[in-house]
């Protein structure tokens, strides 16, 4: 019998490549989704994609009941990814208690199911928001955490925490918090990708739309930052490999090669690129030009930041493998297929 993994979260972005990497070496996979931020069409295209259905399931996490009866209605579940989050970080400051609710809720709830029905292992979505802007790079685990730059950025370093805490006292649950950089790019069948809506906040989503017509210009959001041409640097890495990153990571659970029961990793690329760097690459990747100007700096940004993957490369022997121009080409190709461009 295949192992069972639930992933939540798994109809979004990381969510749905994740499911496709794990239904790739064999895990049942079951997704919850309240589908806020994707779509159903998504377990679809994981078929197209697996040849294989994932379970899934639409509800919010904060359905306690409901969740309680999903873990009653499936049984044998060997390991949770935690992918279901709201992540706008603009939002995040208009709606903190709709984002300390829902993603800290969420967790909560997760957590209490786990202890309840026997669910001894957890994967869990952090991010680099946790560093804020580091005084020391790259920055590596144990770089001291800088006070979030947003509600959202805080749910992340507050999750950490509470999960740190819960394991603590629950010798029955283990976890694994990956730290993501920037992930970019998508499922090389251009399947799958990122859908962002409305206008996007991320860098990669408008450079797309931004080359596809959609979007008239990209606004590059300042050139005066102590950085090689001004503008901000950022470590980006392929969906594909930190989707890997969760495989890697659940395996490491389920056959308890994890050295502490809480444990957490950086997962990037090492290296640092600019925003200009990014456009560049992505008009030399694809052809195609990008219509851009420089504006001034957007309020929260961090200068730089770049990983130290020295812990993910040695402990979990995980390594990111695809160059930014593929990552960028492959956003490129996703962009096109979802406007019909040929
Ligand atoms: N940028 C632009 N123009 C845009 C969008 C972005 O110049 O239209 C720049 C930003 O100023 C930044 C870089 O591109 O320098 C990357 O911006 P993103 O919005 O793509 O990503 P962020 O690094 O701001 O945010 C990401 C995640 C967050 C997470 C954060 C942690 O989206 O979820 O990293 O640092 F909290």
């Known amino acids: 019998m295949n192992r ?8 979004g972005y990381i969510g749905s490549h994740a499911v496709v990497e794990l239904q790739a070496v064999g895990f ?36 306690y009941e409901r969740l309680q009866t999903f873990f009653v209605t499936n049984p044998g579940i060997e390991a949770i990814i935690h992918f279901a989050a709201f992540k706008a970080v603009g939002e995040s400051v ?24 026997k669910v001894p292992n957890l994967v869990f979505s952090s991010s680099c928001t946790v560093y804020g802007q580091p ?3 790259p920055v590596t ?10 509600p959202y950025g805080n749910t992340k370093a507050i999750s950490e925490e509470l999960l740190r805490d819960v394991v603590n006292v629950n010798p029955e649950i283990n976890a694994i918090a990956l730290r993501y950089f920037n992930p970019i ?10 859908l962002p809506r409305g206008i996007p906040n991320n860098l990669v989503p408008f450079i797309t739309q931004t080359a596809a017509g959609i979007r008239e210009q990209l606004s590059i959001y300042g050139d005066d930052y102590n950085t090689s041409d001004g503008s901000c640097v950022r470590d980006y890495i392929n969906v594909v490999d930190l989707a890997k990153a969760h495989v890697i990571a659940i395996n490491r659970l389920i056959s308890h ?31 195609v030009n990008v219509n851009y100007k420089i504006v001034a700096r957007r309020a929260g940004d961090i200068e730089k930041i770049y990983a130290d993957t020295t812990m993910a490369n040695n402990v979990l022997g995980w390594k990111a493998q695809a160059s930014l121009s593929d990552t960028l080409l492959s956003a490129w190709n ?6 019909n461009i040929k």
């Open 28 to 63: 049942e996979v079951l997704i919850i989704d309240d589908l806020s931020n994707s779509t159903a069409e998504v377990v679809d295209q994981i078929e197209k994609i697996s040849g294989i259905r994932p379970g899934f399931e639409v509800f919010n996490l904060l359905e």
């Open 185 to 194: 790019g998508a499922h090389p069948s251009a399947l799958i990708g990122e």
């Open 94 to 117: 208009e709606k903190p208690l709709a984002y300390y609710r829902n993603n800290l809720v969420s967790l909560m709830n997760i957590l209490d199911c786990m202890s309840e029905h």
């Open 4 to 11: 069972k993994v639930l992933v939540t979260g798994g109809t």
């Open 141 to 150: 685990e144990t770089t001291p955490k800088k006070d979030a730059e947003s």
């Open 334 to 339: 996703w962009e096109k297929k979802i406007r």
């Open 135 to 137: 005084d020391q790079l």
């Open 257 to 287: 090669t994890n050295n502490d029961r809480y444990e957490f990793f950086n997962i990037g690329t090492g290296n640092g690129a600019s925003v200009l760097e990014v456009v560049h690459t992505f008009e030399k990747a694809t052809g």
